[in-house]
């Protein structure tokens, strides 16, 4: 197998293996970062199928279906990296001084 191939497969097992042994009594943080984690392995995964599809190309019958699963798995990749990104803005803005500086004229610059 192609080693530029084998970097992704390395990389998503390895944030796999993370995400799996976290218990589910996680820190927001811990939490973030697994949302994170499955996001860059959904992204990997995505890249592996267009690899796939770049090389069984001349199989018609295949192609449909690889380009379905890239679109799928891109599609999760979105999901969860908004979800991530929602996540971090909500609870940033629960953080006391946030709050603080919102409710304030010095949260932002003047005009």
């Given amino acids: 197998m192609d080693p530029a191939i084998n970097t992704p497969i390395g990389a998503a097992a390895a944030a ?6 976290l218990p589910m009594t996680t820190t927001n943080e ?7 984690d499955l996001a ?14 770049d090389r069984w190309a001349a199989w018609g019958t295949v192609t449909p279906h690889l380009q379905q699963a890239e679109a799928l798995a ?3 990749t979105r999901c ?12 940033t803005r ?10 304030t004229s010095t949260a932002r610059p003047a005009a």
Wanted: cysteine-free.
């Fill in 80 to 91: 969860l990296s908004h979800a991530a990104g929602t996540y971090a803005f909500n609870t």
């Fill in 40 to 53: 860059r392995i959904a992204r990997h995964l995505s890249e592996l199928t267009a690899a796939a599809r």
């Fill in 94 to 103: 629960s953080n006391p001084t946030i709050v603080r500086l919102a409710s």
């Fill in 74 to 76: 891109a599609d999760v």
């Fill in 16 to 21: 796999l293996a993370t995400a799996a042994a």
């Fill in 30 to 36: 811990e939490t973030l970062t697994l949302v994170r």
